[in-house]
């Protein structure tokens, strides 16, 4: 299976700062990422897919790039709705896999 | 609006099985394949497997064959799953996802999750 490694696991940052998520994974995935949001009580978001496709409906303030085994997830000028849990997930071959998470927190 | 809303909180004893559903609205469910995903305590995201609807066609983590089972119901726009032969380790949050329309292996809507817990 493709292990997915998250870093930071947690990231504190405040409304209007930039922050960028890892994902790196133990093989090539070409650009086969995505990212979720998890946030209590609500349903799990899809943001981004294909390393660096937005989701319809997401604010452009989110941006993925990377491609092989290393990704990236930018959330600019972070709004109060940004902080929760973020998770990458590998799509490109079976099982698909998730990372570990990554916590961003206000600060 | 799409919709998937999972059945509720289970608490089974050990040895037994569960089956929980994500009923489907907002959308043909026979257009979409349906995927559940584990999230153990405290832990990350496990796929767990993927059925078309359209087609009756399963596929399975190999980490979860033998436990889960996944059906659905096209009259009732309804998934199901099973889980069997529960053991603490079973006990996590379960959601239905919905695989995208363009790229069934993304998830692109997903359920309020479904506690079971596996306690004597």
């Known amino acids: 299976d493709v292990q997915m490694t998250q870093s930071p696991y947690n990231l504190a940052a405040s409304p209007g700062e930039s922050v960028s998520i890892n994902c790196k994974a133990s093989?090539?995935?070409?650009?086969?990422l995505a990212w979720y949001q998890q946030k209590p009580g609500k349903a799990n978001k899809l943001l981004i897919y294909?390393?660096?496709t937005l989701q319809s409906g997401i604010p452009s303030r989110f941006s993925g790039s990377g491609s092989g085994t290393d990704f990236t997830l930018t959330i600019r000028s972070l709004e109060p709705e940004d902080f929760g849990l973020y998770y990458c997930?590998?799509?490109?071959?079976?099982?698909?896999?998730f990372g570990g998470g990554t916590k961003l927190e206000l600060k | 609006e799409v919709k998937l809303q999972q059945s509720g909180d289970e608490l089974v004893r050990p040895g037994a099985s569960v089956k929980m559903s994500c009923k489907a609205s907002g959308y043909t469910f026979t257009d979409y394949a349906m995927h559940w995903v584990k999230q153990s305590p405290g832990q990350g995201l496990e796929w767990i497997g993927t059925i078309i609807p359209l087609i009756d066609t399963t596929s399975y983590n190999q980490k979860f064959k033998g436990k889960a089972t996944l059906t659905a119901d096209k009259s009732s726009n309804t998934a199901y799953m099973e889980l069997s032969r529960l053991t603490s380790e079973d006990s996590a949050v379960y959601y239905c996802?919905?695989?995208?329309?363009?790229?069934?292996?993304?998830?692109?809507?997903w359920g309020q999750g479904a506690s079971v817990t596996v306690s004597s």
């Open positions: 294909d390393g660096s």
């Open positions: 996802a919905r695989g995208a329309f363009n790229n069934y292996r993304v998830m692109d809507a």
């Open positions: 093989k090539s995935i070409s650009k086969y």
């Open positions: 997930q590998q799509h490109n071959e079976y099982p698909w896999t």
